[in-house]
């Protein structure tokens, strides 16, 4: 039986993605422990960077996913905690550089009532299966399928509101469960190069006299 080493079990983790933000949750932060059992059972303590997020149950299948990828793993059990807190001082230094990608460029506030994103940069399937979305600098972002699904969506047609509304529709929950992280998302996406904002045409309005 291989051997189950908490470098290993970290080292897949690095392919696991936050399901709001497209960085990996070792750099995010959120892994507080690994611990390997003598029959090889691994414990994994874990925090969200927010309570109540809808995308919970996501997150953790998709930790558990990629535990059991690492060969020899007999079972995964996740424990959420919330004391410490997530801060944004927990994350890597790489995922600092990634989160803070264009912000030294100034960027115009997105108007979340006319805005419409188109998705740029295209998407790569790693030998591992791993998803990577690049920008047109050529900056890799792993991502899950719920990012890049939520990335094609971005087609330059569709306003803020009815991407919410599909998004809500695509993990089974409400629009307003989802909302504010989709609002994230939109800004990440547009930090990295992945989305551009363009407005909505408004018609001139001809009133009577």
């Known amino acids: 039986m291989a051997a189950v080493t ?3 079990v970290l080292d897949s983790l690095k392919q696991c993605m936050d399901p709001e933000i497209p960085i990996n949750i070792v750099d995010m932060g959120l892994i507080y422990g690994v611990k390997i059992r003598d029959d090889n059972k691994v414990d994994i303590k874990m925090t ?27 079972d995964v ?6 004391d410490p807190p997530w801060t944004p001082e ?23 009532e006319t805005a419409m994103p188109q998705g740029k940069g295209s998407l790569a399937k790693q030998e591992d299966g791993s998803l990577v979305l690049m920008n047109e600098n050529q900056q890799g972002f792993m991502v ?17 509101t009815e991407l919410v509304d599909l998004f ?13 992280e989709v609002l994230q998302l939109i800004q990440q996406l547009r930090d990295g190069g992945l989305i551009s904002i363009k407005e909505a045409d408004v018609s001139n309005v001809q009133f009577k006299k």
């Open 48 to 74: 969200m960077t927010t309570r109540g997020c809808p995308l919970h149950d996501t997150l953790v299948n998709d930790v558990k996913r990629y535990v059991n990828k690492v060969p020899g793993v007999a």
């Open 168 to 180: 809500a529709q695509n993990v089974g929950l409400q629009r307003g469960q989802v909302e504010k």
């Open 6 to 8: 908490s470098e290993k």
């Open 90 to 112: 927990k994350m890597s230094d790489e995922g600092k550089k990634l989160i803070n990608y264009g912000k030294q460029q100034t960027i115009a506030p997105i108007n979340y």
């Open 144 to 160: 899950n399928q719920a990012i890049v699904d939520f990335w094609k969506l971005c087609n330059g047609q569709r306003k803020i």
């Open 77 to 82: 059990n996740i424990e959420i905690v919330w």
